[in-house]
């Protein structure tokens, strides 16, 4: 069974989205065109670091809880991985927009932000040396900055992203080592901060939030774009 550990995680993480998809109020099942293609362009440069910092023993991925399918030096679980995740992300921001449609979220998503700056200037000055937290941090302070600035038009991503680290953390928990004997996922100590949420680098938390940001980007552009008002 532990050979699928991973395969396992990456099936369970859609299900509740797609259990949940014909919901009368949020009909995302009317969405997963533009949550599949979004997942699908982003996931393409990610897929690029993935690979790279993998070859170059960044990080790399134990034998014993994979299948042992391949795309090059990474397993097919962690391909998925960048399309199934995001899916389940953009559900959640789906439901946010509906059911928060009417809260004042302006001193939520200040406090969010001056946390989240803070969170990451506290990494980058820990883990200056690591091409991990470099990268890491540098797009998430990018990505930050420019949501802060439009925040006005981007009300509904702080509150998705939070809703989205409970998932987050129990599945990067597993993949990390958390509740099992050995990670799934394991990294290079010289190339990130140190810094974990119990097993979890905190650059992981960075990196998820450029990933879910990426494909919000997206979905909410060609939601917008290419959706026939009724």
Same mark, same amino acid.
């Given at each position: 069974?532990?050979?699928?550990?991973?395969?396992?995680?990456?099936?369970?993480?859609?299900?509740?989205?797609? +259990? &949940?998809?014909? /919901?009368?109020?949020?009909?995302?099942? %009317?969405?997963?065109?533009? +949550? *599949?293609?979004? +997942?699908?362009?982003?996931?393409?440069?990610?897929?690029?670091? /993935?690979?790279?910092?993998?070859? !170059?023993?960044?990080?790399?991925? !134990?034998?014993?809880?994979?299948?042992?399918?391949?795309?090059?030096?990474?397993?097919?679980?962690?391909?998925?991985?960048? $399309?199934?995740?995001?899916?389940?992300?953009?559900?959640?921001?789906?439901?946010?927009?509906?059911?928060?449609?009417? +809260? !004042?979220?302006?001193?939520?998503?200040? &406090?969010?932000?001056? &946390?989240?700056?803070?969170? *990451?200037?506290?990494?980058?000055?820990?883990?200056?040396?690591?091409?991990?937290?470099?990268?890491?941090?540098?797009?998430?302070?990018?990505?930050?900055?420019?949501?802060?600035?439009?925040? /006005?038009?981007?009300?509904?991503?702080?509150?998705?992203?939070?809703? =989205?680290? $409970?998932?987050?953390?129990? *599945?990067?928990?597993?993949?990390?080592?958390?509740?099992?004997?050995?990670?799934?996922?394991?990294?290079?100590?010289?190339?990130? =901060?140190? &810094?974990?949420?119990?097993? $979890?680098?905190?650059?992981?938390?960075?990196?998820?939030?450029?990933?879910?940001?990426? !494909?919000?980007?997206?979905? $909410?552009?060609?939601?917008?774009?290419? %959706?026939?008002?009724?």
């Amino acid at each position: 069974m532990t050979d699928y550990l991973y395969l396992i995680l990456i099936l369970l993480t859609p299900l509740g989205p797609l +259990a &949940l998809s014909f /919901d009368k109020k949020v009909r995302y099942v %009317t969405k997963w065109k533009w +949550a *599949m293609l979004s +997942a699908i362009l982003v996931a393409i440069p990610y897929l690029i670091w /993935d690979e790279i910092f993998t070859k !170059n023993g960044f990080w790399g991925f !134990n034998q014993n809880y994979l299948t042992g399918a391949y795309v090059g030096n990474l397993p097919i679980e962690e391909v998925s991985f960048f $399309i199934v995740v995001p899916f389940a992300c953009t559900f959640i921001y789906a439901c946010v927009r509906h059911y928060f449609k009417s +809260a !004042n979220l302006q001193n939520f998503n200040l &406090l969010f932000y001056l &946390l989240f700056f803070a969170f *990451m200037i506290w990494i980058g000055e820990v883990g200056v040396k690591g091409w991990y937290t470099r990268i890491a941090v540098s797009l998430g302070l990018i990505l930050s900055l420019f949501l802060f600035i439009r925040r /006005d038009k981007f009300v509904f991503i702080p509150l998705t992203f939070v809703f =989205s680290l $409970i998932p987050f953390l129990i *599945m990067n928990g597993i993949l990390t080592g958390s509740f099992i004997k050995e990670p799934i996922v394991w990294y290079n100590e010289v190339e990130f =901060s140190g &810094l974990r949420i119990y097993s $979890i680098p905190c650059e992981d938390v960075v990196y998820g939030f450029g990933l879910i940001v990426l !494909n919000l980007f997206l979905f $909410i552009w060609m939601e917008k774009r290419f %959706t026939k008002p009724l």
